[in-house]
């Protein structure tokens, strides 16, 4: 069984960083694309940014720029570098992987 653990989140002021990362463990046959998602209160989940096993990255409109998604395939881990946040950042970032598996989600305050 897989198991997506990520850390990472808590609070900051706007204008921060933090770096969220999500490890993967367990039986792993093969992990094609690493993705954040995030769901902010009273909102659908939504993609923030992917990352393909070789390496092609995407971004929502909202933080590209501002944010980079990266991946060491060695250690079955993703990260996700937020800088400059702003309150409307504040969500649960989800880790997915194959677009099936989701990790626990981790809590993202930015604070105005």
């Known amino acids: 069984q897989v198991q997506l653990v990520e850390s990472g989140g808590g609070l900051v002021q706007a204008g921060g960083s933090l770096r969220l990362s999500c490890a993967a463990s367990?039986?792993?046959?093969?992990?094609?694309?690493m993705a954040w998602y995030r769901q902010a209160a009273g909102k659908q989940r939504e993609l923030v940014a992917i990352?393909?096993?070789?390496?092609?990255?995407n971004y929502a409109d909202s933080v590209k720029g501002r944010f980079t998604i990266s991946r060491d395939n060695a250690m079955n881990t993703v990260y996700l570098q937020m800088n400059s946040l702003k309150p409307e950042d504040t969500a649960v970032y989800y880790c997915?992987?194959?677009?099936?598996?989701w990790g626990q989600g981790t809590p993202v305050t930015v604070s105005s």
């Open positions: 997915n992987v194959n677009f099936q598996l």
């Open positions: 367990g039986r792993i046959l093969r992990i094609n694309t």
């Open positions: 990352i393909t096993s070789g390496g092609a990255t």
